[in-house]
């Protein structure tokens, strides 16, 4: 499996602007499917995006328009630009990896944000 490390999360005030790294211990362009995932206090784990080996990708409908995946193949991470944050974006985000379709996912430890009011 690969070894994922978050960094980023922070405490910002709604309206503001954070930005997520993920760094893999491989090198990305062999990894299938990278994605964002997050869960808030009480609520189910949830995609919020993913990018593919491609270049596409593809988000959940709550954060179109304000957060955007992207990837660097040289430094082997993947990054999620957040703007426009709102409190309910709060929550532990994970990135994950799936180095192939067959392949059982990897996590990192996740990173907290949190968007106050």
């Known amino acids: 499996q690969v070894r994922l490390v978050e960094s980023g999360g922070g405490l910002v005030q709604a309206g503001g602007s954070l930005r997520l790294s993920c760094t893999a211990s491989?090198?990305?362009?062999?990894?299938?499917?990278m994605a964002w995932y997050r869960q808030a206090p009480g609520k189910q784990r949830e995609l919020v995006a993913i990018?593919?080996?491609?270049?596409?990708?593809s988000y959940v409908d709550s954060v179109k328009g304000r957060f955007t995946i992207s990837r660097d193949t040289f430094r082997n991470t993947v990054a999620l630009q957040m703007n426009s944050l709102k409190p309910e974006d709060t929550a532990v985000y994970y990135c994950?990896?799936?180095?192939?379709?067959?392949?059982?996912?990897?996590w990192g430890q996740g990173t907290q944000v949190t968007v106050s009011s």
């Open positions: 994950n990896a799936r180095e192939t379709v067959a392949s059982s996912p990897s």
């Open positions: 491989t090198s990305i362009s062999n990894i299938n499917v």
């Open positions: 990018i593919t080996s491609g270049g596409r990708t």
